[in-house]
């Protein structure tokens, strides 16, 4: 194998070539590296007629020492012409060297695998890199994010902020477009462990969970969906027991109900629902309205403020269900006006009722 010096001015890049990510800092201390001892390996180019090169791989190296100023460069001349050799050479020669992203080795594959003039299989090109089958088809999977998230693709396995690792990445692969991209910018942004992503992926896989609900836990934080998934699999276990336990009680059951709500209400629910339901029993003994007081005030959950995340959803419903929902919540606010205003009459009427014992037991 034949190394000879060729000038810088006759060699042109190849812009076809599979790797075209180029890290500055990278590529400066590659120069420096030059310039102290030289360049250690030689480039690999073809001819390409009127006595001009083209390069196969070495690129780099090629451009560290362009910009050092060198006239000539040391270069390996092959006698290949087929591309398809030329190019799988290409990738075969990245691989083997740090800075060749993985997206540059999906897109390269895909290319193999879809372009005319290659047609391969997965198959052919698993023998002749040297790689397995599944790492192959594993690197085209990323092709399905968008590009927001491939920018963030980096090689490894190291979690850090702001970049996605292709482990991160497979779990949310076969989820729809428009909750796969989010997610992963979602697992991104919070640094999640492969586990946690695995777990976030099921709970969207979960047919029993409608699109309207999964396009709101996207506003959701990573622990937040975390949470959610770990909730939903408690409410599957519960589904799941066996229905042969004695039914319960209606005062029992209501019970449940009470402590269930404690449970999403906080740790005062249980103080104002004991409030209510002591104000309640006092007056059902007395008039009818002291039992639609009871009836009522059972009936109503303990006010509590809904989360940021929640209120912010009402931006996300989707263009044809907008008017629907807002036709709902103008009912619900004319119902709740309607009781508000009765309830203030009943009030007023309690306290006419309360002045007017006063001022009789005075007198």
Known sequence: MDIIEIEMKLIDEDTDQPRYQFDEEALEELMKSIEEIGLLSPIKVRTTGNGRYKIIYGNRRY??????????????????????????????????????????????FNKLLNDPKFRSSVKFLSGKLGKP???????????????????????????????????????????PIEHRDPLALIVARDELPVSDVKKIAKLFKDKTISDSTKDKLLFKTGSGLIETWSTHEQNKAERAKPAAEPKPSAK???????????????????????????????????????????QLAAALPVFSALPPEVLQSARAI???????????????????????????????LANLKSITTANTTTT
């Not at 019970?255 to 249980?270: M, N, V, Y």
């Open 252 to 294: 029992a059951d209501k019970q449940a109900k009470q402590r269930e709500l404690q449970l999403a209400e906080g740790p005062h629910a249980k103080e104002e629902m004991n409030q209510q339901a002591t104000g309640a029993s006092h007056a059902a003994s007395t008039t009818p309205i002291a039992l639609e007081l009871q």
């Open 318 to 348: 989707p263009a044809g269900e907008q008017e629907s929902f807002a036709q709902d919540v103008e009912s619900l606010i004319g119902h709740l006006e309607k009781h508000l205003a009765e309830w203030k009459t009943v009030r007023e």
């Open 133 to 175: 089958e599944s790492y192959i088809k594993n690197k085209c999977e990323l092709l399905k994010f968008g590009n927001a998230v491939k920018k963030l693709i980096v090689s490894g396995t190291e979690i850090r902020k702001d970049k996605l690792t292709e482990d991160q990445l497979l779990p949310l692969k076969d989820l």
């Open 63 to 108: 451009k560290a020492t362009k910009l050092l100023g060198r006239t000539t460069i040391p270069c390996i001349v092959s006698t290949v012409t087929d591309e398809m050799e030329i190019y799988l050479e290409q990738i075969a020669e990245n691989l083997t060297r740090e800075g060749f992203s993985p997206i540059e080795e999906a897109e390269a």
